[in-house]
């Protein structure tokens, strides 16, 4: 039978976790755009403090208000 311990094991599963871990990352730092900015930071300082580009963070203001 196979098991989780083998299932963790498998390439796909070890793909799939470390694609998740990526999107949450992602997803943290897109929160964090629109905190950052109502507190008052630039748009640089919040490129600068999350590692985004500018376009990352203007495209992350236009997506959600």
Do not use: C, W
């Not at 997803?27 to 640089?44: N, P």
């Amino acid at each position: 039978m196979f098991g989780l311990s083998e299932l963790k094991q498998t390439r796909f599963y070890q793909e799939a976790f470390q694609e998740g871990i990526e999107q949450g990352k992602v997803q943290g730092k897109l929160k964090a755009v629109s905190a950052m900015l109502a507190a008052g930071l630039t748009v640089e300082q919040v490129g600068e403090a999350l590692d985004l580009s500018v376009e990352e963070v203007r495209q992350v203001t236009q997506n959600h208000p």
